[in-house]
């Protein structure tokens, strides 16, 4: 599908929640003024923070955390398309099946203790699932994320754009237009997304989270906007390696040079930014 064939289908949207294309006019402002405010947030917090992985007083050009390397993006300049963020699992090295990394994103996020949703309703940024081999009955844990496709389905069904892909590769919900709707929950293939069914309690300023919308695994986009790795990689420096796909010299496209990965459902060529080795 082209992007003039989805903004169609966003416009013709729009005109039948309305009623009429001429109340389309005069809602579509609202929604931009939510993400003019938002940008605007995140510009403020941008310029506040600091671009250095090692120490925040004193900026650099890269650091080597637990030998993930990173580069670190000046905050006043736009997302490029240059960069595609990755993420690399070793499913054998992970010493508790993943446990740890969803711990550490229910952290990060304040996701997974709503108290007034039920067990089906929780939200669920990562999940962990066991898989059995049909033929060796060998069997190990897998955690599933969003795999931040370049051809991300979820991407293409949304309606109002809410669901979309950075230049670099993230792909995220946009809160502020996120109408509810669900259909990118259906298109996922990972079941990788969840729906905020209940009012929260426990926010995080910089992780905003709201009733009504569909949310998942952003990659830790603001922490990589301020030069940190995503919690996750962080709590698993020997499992998981966090890297530029583009750049041919970076860890993450050695690694996956020299050792290969898999990507789950490689059948249906959605080329994955999340790989996994040991499968």
Known sequence: MTPNQINAYRRKFMALVTGTGTITAAFAPHLILH?????????????????????????SKSSKPSGNVMKVRPLDQPVSSQV??????????????GATMLAVCQKEHGWGNDPHANVQQQAHWIRTVQVTDKQTKHRFTLPIMCQHCEFAPCVDVCPTGASM?????????????????????????????????????????????????????????RRIDHGQLPACVEAEPDAVIFGDLNDPNSRISQVLKEQGAQQIRADLDLNTGVRYQGL
């Open 35 to 59: 993400v003019v405010q938002a940008n605007r947030c995140v510009a403020a917090e941008q310029a506040a923070a600091s671009t250095s992985l090692s120490n925040p007083s004193s900026p």
């Open 84 to 97: 595609r963020w990755g993420i690399l699992i070793d499913i054998h090295k992970l010493q508790d099946g």
């Open 165 to 221: 892909r950075r230049a670099d590769g993230i792909v995220q919900v946009n809160k502020h237009i996120c109408i509810g709707c669900r259909y990118c929950m259906m298109a996922c293939p990972y079941k990788a997304r969840s729906f905020v069914h209940e009012p929260l309690t426990d926010q995080r300023p910089y992780s905003p989270r709201g009733i009504g919308t569909v949310e998942s695994c952003n990659m830790c986009a």
